[in-house]
C-alpha cells in the first residue's frame, strides 16, 4: 500500500513547548520577509536551536516528537513494574519496553541471541536450503532479496491480492550503488568496511571478513542494478504488474515459488501484483550465478543486518557508526530509553497508542478537528469548480472523488489485538521477532480477503499525517494533534496556517501527479481527458523546473521530479488553507493585530515556523537523493512565492525573491 506522507520521518519546535502557534521570538526580524521569508520566521529559531548530538537534523517536528515520547516513556515505565495486577496490554507492552531497556543482561549474551539462526544459514548445503532460509527469515522480518506481502488491488481497490517487490538492498537507494562521483564511490568504500567489520564481530576472521563483504556487495549491486529508479516508482503504472503464479515462475525459475508461498505462510492464491518483473529476473540471474557460498555469506549479512540493534554493545556501536554518523552526519547514538520507546511504538504501536489516546487525545478533539478536514474539503471543491484549464467532464470526476474522501482522525475505530504475540521478560530480540512475525502472518492472512479500509497505516503517536490513494483518505494521528499544530485555544490564523495547511496538503495528494491516477474508489484508472492531462503535466513541469533549481548543500540539486508531488501538495494545501480562513473570516469585523501581524500575516507565519530547521550536510545530501520531500526552506520559500496572497500580506513587489515569475500553480 503507498502512503503518501507529510513529512520523511518524524518532525517540531520549541514553540511547540509553551502552545504558542508563532512566536516573534523565533523570527530574525532583520531579514526581508520579501527576500527570504524562511529566515524571516525561523532565523532566531535556527540560531538558538543547533542540532543535538544524536540527531541528524532538528526541527519542529523532532520537538513535538520528544514531547510524545517522554509521555510514552511515563506509560512504559509504569507498565514496565513486574506487578501481577497489570492488564494484558500493560503486561506486553512493559516487558516488550522492560527487556529493551535491559542494557547490561543484552551486552552479556553477545552474539548468543543470533547463534540459533547464524548455525541454519552455516548448515546450508543447496540452493533448496537456501530458500528455506529464506522463508524463514522473511517471517522474522529479515528483508533479503526481496519483499513480499499482501496490498489492495491497485485495479481492484476492494480486493486484497499478494504484492512481491524488489528489495534486498543494505544502502539507502539503488543509485548508491550505482553512481560514479566521489563521494559515491566513497560512501560504497565505507559500507564495504561496515559489512566486513560485523561480520567480524559475529565471529568471522578478518580474510573471511573481508572477502563477505566483496560478495555482499557484488549481490547488492546485481539486485540494484535490476531495480526500478525511485522516480519512476513514482508512477503508479510502473509498479503494478498483476500476473498468474505461472507467470512468475516463467519470469524466474530458479525460485521455488510455490515452496516459497505456502512456507512463508500466505494463503492459497493464484494471481499476484510483481511490482518490478525486471528485477525478478535479475533475482533470478543472482540466484543461477551465485555459489551457495556466496548467498549463505548474503544472508548473514542480511540477518546481522537487520538485528543489530536488538544486540550488544559493539553491534549497536557499529550499526550506528555507518548508518548514523557515515550516512547522515550524527556524531552520537541517541539515549537507550528512546529507541526503546520507539522499538516499544514499532511492534506493538496500537496497544501503546492506546495508552496514548487515554491521556492525550480526549474524544471531543475528533469532533473539532473533522469539522476544519471539511472546511478545506469544501474550498477544493470550491477551487476545482473554479479552474480555468480543467473540462467539465473532467472537473466532474474530480468533484465526485472529493466527496468520496474519508478521514480518519486521532485513532482507529478497533484497537489491534496482540493476544498472540508471546511477550517474555528479559528476552529482546525473541520479542521483536515474534511481534515481527506476528505481523508478517498478520498481513498475509489478508491476501484474497476484502480491503479494511478501517485500518491504519501509522500508530496514534506518531507525528505525521498522509494520504492513500487505494483508501482515497486523508489520516491524522493524534500525535500531530498536539500544539502547536493543532489548539483549539489559538487565534485561528495560526490554526489554518499550521494544523489546515497539514490538512490541505493531504487532501491535495489525492490530485498530484500520483493521486489524481486513482478514482473516487481507489482504482488505478484513468478519468482525465487527453486535454486535462496536458494541461496538468504543463502546470506540474513549472514545479519541476522550479524547484530542480534548488540548491539544498554544496552543489546538490533538488531533483523536482522525485519532489513533485509533495511540492504540488504543499502548493495546493497552504492555498487551501488561506483560502478557508478567509471564509471564515467574510462577513465579519477585520480582527486585530497580534504581536503586530494581521491574520493574515500570522497565518504565512504560522506556516513557515512549522518547518523551523536545523540539518546536517550528510542528512540534507542523502535526502536530495532519496526522499520525496522537498527540505524545510524550500517548502517554506517555494510555496509563498507562488503565491500573490502572500506577496500581498508583506507588501512584497516584482522583482524580489519571494515573489515569483512565473508563479508556478496547479491547485
Known amino acids: 500500500m503507498k502512503l503518501i506522507l507529510l513529512v520523511p520521518f518524524f518532525a517540531i519546535s520549541a514553540w511547540a513547548q509553551s502552545g504558542s502557534g508563532f512566536s516573534t521570538g523565533n523570527m530574525d526580524m532583520t531579514a526581508n520577509p520579501c527576500v527570504d521569508f524562511y529566515r524571516y520566521a525561523c532565523g532566531t529559531w535556527m540560531a538558538d536551536h543547533p542540532i543535538p548530538a544524536d540527531q541528524s537534523s532538528w526541527n519542529t517536528f523532532n520537538v513535538l516528537a520528544d514531547r510524545n515520547r517522554t509521555v510514552l516513556r511515563g506509560i512504559l515505565d509504569q507498565a514496565s513494574a513486574d506487578d501481577p495486577k497489570r492488564s494484558p496490554v500493560d503486561q506486553k507492552i512493559g516487558d516488550f519496553y522492560g527487556s529493551c531497556m535491559d542494557e547490561s543482561a543484552i551486552d552479556k549474551l553477545g552474539i548468543a541471541p543470533l547463534e540459533p539462526e547464524l548455525k541454519r544459514i552455516d548448515a546450508i548445503a543447496s540452493k533448496e536450503d537456501v530458500l528455506a532460509e529464506l522463508i524463514r527469515l522473511h517471517r522474522i522480518g529479515v528483508g533479503a532479496f526481496f519483499a513480499f506481502s499482501s496490498e489492495p488491488d491497485a485495479k481492484n481497490s476492494l480486493q486484497m491480492i499478494a504484492g512481491a517487490d524488489q528489495g534486498g538492498l543494505g544502502l539507502p537507494d539503488r543509485d548508491y550503488y550505482l553512481r560514479d562521483d566521489p563521494k559515491s564511490a566513497k560512501m560504497r568504500q565505507d559500507y564495504v568496511a561496515h559489512i566486513q567489520k560485523m561480520l567480524v564481530l559475529a565471529g568471522e576472521s578478518p580474510a573471511q571478513a573481508t572477502a563477505g563483504a566483496q560478495t555482499v556487495m557484488r549481490i547488492e549491486t546485481d539486485l540494484a542494478k535490476a531495480s526500478l529508479d525511485i522516480v519512476s516508482r513514482r508512477d503508479p503504472n510502473q509498479v503494478y504488474h498483476k500476473m498468474s503464479v505461472k507467470a512468475l515462475v516463467a519470469l524466474a525459475p530458479n525460485v521455488d515459488w510455490p515452496k516459497y508461498f505456502s512456507g512463508v505462510g500466505a494463503p492459497s492464491f493464484t494471481d499476484l501484483d510483481v511490482s518490478v518483473p525486471d528485477f525478478f529476473k535479475g533475482l533470478n540471474a543472482v540466484f543461477t550465478q551465485s555459489t551457495v557460498a556466496d548467498l549463505k555469506t548474503y544472508l548473514r549479512w542480511q540477518l546481522l543486518h537487520a538485528e543489530a540493534r536488538m544486540l550488544s554493545k559493539p553491534f549497536v556501536e557499529e550499526n550506528f557508526h555507518f548508518y548514523g554518523t557515515t550516512l547522515t552526519g ?241 502548493n495546493g494545501g497552504v492555498r487551501l488553507a ?66 500573490p496572497e502572500f506577496g500581498e500580506a508583506f507588501a512584497c513587489h516584482a522583482g524580489q525573491p519571494m515573489v515569483h515569475a512565473p508563479a508556478c500553480r496547479v491547485w
Open 330 to 570: 550524527v556524531p552520537e547514538l541517541r539515549a537507550r530509553w528512546k529507541r526503546c520507546v520507539d522499538a516499544t511504538d514499532a511492534n506493538l504501536g496500537f496497544a501503546l497508542g492506546q495508552k496514548y489516546v487515554e491521556r492525550e487525545f480526549p474524544p471531543d478533539a475528533k469532533a473539532r478537528v473533522l469539522g476544519m478536514v471539511q472546511e478545506i474539503e469544501a474550498m477544493l471543491g470550491q477551487d476545482i469548480q473554479s479552474l480555468d484549464w480543467m473540462t467539465p467532464a473532467t472537473k466532474q470526476q474530480a468533484q465526485i472523488k472529493l466527496r468520496a474522501v474519508t478521514g480518519k482522525i486521532g485513532y482507529p475505530d478497533k484497537w489491534r489485538d496482540y493476544s498472540k504475540v508471546k511477550i517474555a521478560r528479559g528476552d529482546y530480540l525473541g520479542n521483536d521477532e515474534r511481534a515481527t512475525e506476528f505481523e508478517v502472518e498478520r498481513q498475509l492472512s489478508k491476501i484474497g480477503t476484502p480491503v479494511d479500509r478501517n485500518e491504519w497505516g501509522m500508530t496514534p503517536p506518531t507525528v505525521n499525517a498522509y494520504y492513500d490513494p487505494q483508501h482515497n483518505d486523508i489520516n491524522f494521528p493524534a500525535g500531530i494533534l498536539q500544539p502547536p499544530f493543532f489548539n483549539n485555544r489559538l487565534d485561528a490564523a495560526v490554526n489554518y496556517g499550521a494544523i489546515g495547511s497539514v490538512m490541505g496538503h493531504e487532501l491535495t495528494h489525492g490530485f498530484d501527479d500520483e493521486g489524481r491516477q486513482f478514482d473516487a474508489d481507489g482504482n488505478l484508472r484513468d478519468w482525465w481527458t487527453a486535454e486535462d492531462v496536458q494541461e496538468f503535466e504543463k502546470r506540474a513541469d513549472c514545479f519541476i523546473k522550479e524547484y530542480s533549481a534548488f540548491t539544498p548543500v554544496d552543489d546538490v540539486h533538488l531533483n523536482g521530479k522525485l519532489t513533485l508531488g509533495e511540492n504540488t501538495a504543499d
Open 578 to 643: 488561506f483560502l478557508a480562513l478567509m471564509k471564515s473570516m467574510e462577513g465579519k469585523p477585520q480582527p486585530a493585530k497580534i504581536d503586530g501581524f494581521t491574520p493574515q500575516q500570522r497565518f504565512f507565519l504560522a506556516w513557515g515556523q512549522a518547518w523551523c530547521e536545523n540539518v546536517r550536510p550528510e542528512r540534507s545530501r542523502m535526502l536530495a537523493q532519496t526522499d520525496p520531500h522537498s527540505p524545510s526552506r524550500d517548502r517554506v520559500n517555494g510555496v509563498l512565492g507562488n503565491m
